[in-house]
């Protein structure tokens, strides 16, 4: 059964980091290209980063970059977020995907992990 899981979020004050993980189970990670993505509460979900399955190639969104960065460890069948400089804007459930192309649109992906919540606030 193939399965995404994503961890490492949690709650952290403005300026802080954390690093997200995306592990899958039930198939290998090597040839998919990941996108992680994010939804805040009445929000619709919003492209944050993908990496293509080599990991030669990614893209952020204009509101991370510079701050995000994305990397994979296909021995370890893992994708990671890391996240810095965040802010409250940053709050939101985010998610890992594959089943897609290279891409910032949620509609090009067809497995998806449960979530995890990052909560930025003092």
């Known amino acids: 059964q193939l399965q995404l899981v994503e961890s490492g979020g949690g709650l952290v004050q403005p300026g802080g980091s954390l690093r997200l993980s995306c592990a899958a189970s039930?198939?290998?990670?090597?040839?998919?290209?990941i996108g992680w993505f994010r939804q805040a509460p009445g929000q619709e979900r919003e492209g944050v980063s993908c990496i293509s399955g080599s990991g030669a190639r990614t893209n952020f969104a204009d509101s991370v970059k510079g701050r995000f960065t994305i990397s994979r460890d296909n021995a370890k069948n893992t994708v990671y977020l890391q996240m810095n400089s965040l802010k409250p804007e940053d709050t939101a459930v985010y998610y890992c995907?594959?089943?897609?192309?290279?891409?910032?649109?949620?509609?090009?992906?067809?497995?998806w992990g449960q979530g995890t919540q990052v909560t930025v606030s003092s």
């Open positions: 995907a594959a089943g897609g192309p290279r891409s910032l649109r949620a509609g090009e992906y067809d497995y």
């Open positions: 039930g198939f290998t990670l090597d040839y998919y290209a």
